[in-house]
T-cell receptor
Framework: DQQVKQNSPSLSVQEGRISILNCDYTNSMFDYFLWYKKYPAEGPTFLISISSIKDKNEDGRFTVFLNKSAKHLSLHIVPSQPGDSAVYFCAASLDSGNTPLVFGKGTRLSVIA | DVKVTQSSRYLVKRTGEKVFLECVQDMDHENMFWYRQDPGLGLRLIYFSYDVKMKEKGDIPEGYSVSREKKERFSLILESASTNQTSMYLC????????????FGPGTRLTVL
């Protein structure tokens, strides 16, 4: 049973527009959420995170929004650039601290020039 | 900067061979993880370790074993490689604590013929 779901396997966006990647989770005990970006033949790189005590975290062109009541988070990329084309993984962490992250299956973003 | 290195970027082995995948991190992280990534399946946790000589099974441990003799090194072992173990293998490490940001190595693309 998937606890972290990324329901869109792929997304195409025009360069300069906003990319919105979505993630839903089922476990209300998750208290920390992360987004990773992965290029082919490379390991995932950490992008941005958010604690459950916040509803928004911004870092340059990347913003993560958290809606705890809906158990939903989203990653906004504005403006989208061709170099943003990659697979994006959403991940969640339990309050217990030393448990592995739970990952979604990823969304492949293609930014078209 | 955290650095996680993996012994090989690409590896080709034959069915039945014993395969060792090595991972080393240089940031004194307590936690280390092994994942495999397959198209449409996302990142699946094989094994993890919270301390030297400790190991815990992840979601798909069958056919794999691990070794952690030193804090900085975590090895994944395929006792008898099979074709269904052809995959991208990713190692990660993290500090103990509530912010479980994991840092990934570049990955090893293993092909079993």
């Amino acid at each position: 049973d998937q606890q972290v779901k990324q329901n869109s396997p792929s997304l195409s966006v025009q360069e300069g527009r906003i990319s919105i990647l979505n993630c839903d989770y089922t476990n209300s005990m998750f208290d920390y959420f992360l987004w990773y970006k992965k290029y082919p033949a490379e390991g995932p790189t950490f992008l941005i995170s958010i604690s459950s005590i916040k509803d928004k975290n911004e870092d340059g062109r990347f913003t993560v929004f958290l809606n705890k009541s809906a158990k939903h988070l989203s990653l906004h990329i504005v403006p989208s650039q061709p170099g943003d084309s990659a697979v994006y993984f959403c991940a969640a962490s339990l309050d217990s601290g030393n448990t592995p992250l739970v990952f979604g299956k990823g969304t492949r973003l293609s930014v078209i020039a | 900067d955290v650095k996680v290195t993996q012994s090989s970027r690409y590896l080709v082995k034959r069915t039945g061979e014993k395969v060792f995948l090595e991972c080393v991190q240089d940031m004194d992280h307590e936690n280390m993880f092994w994942y495999r990534q397959d198209p449409g399946l996302g990142l699946r946790l094989i094994y993890f370790s919270y301390d030297v000589k400790m190991k815990e099974k992840g979601d798909i441990p069958e056919g794999y074993s691990v070794s952690r003799e030193k804090k900085e090194r975590f090895s994944l072992i395929l006792e008898s490689a099979s074709t269904n173990q052809t995959s991208m293998y990713l190692c990660a490490s993290s500090l103990s604590g509530n912010e479980d940001t994991q840092y990934f190595g570049p990955g090893t693309r293993l092909t079993v013929l």
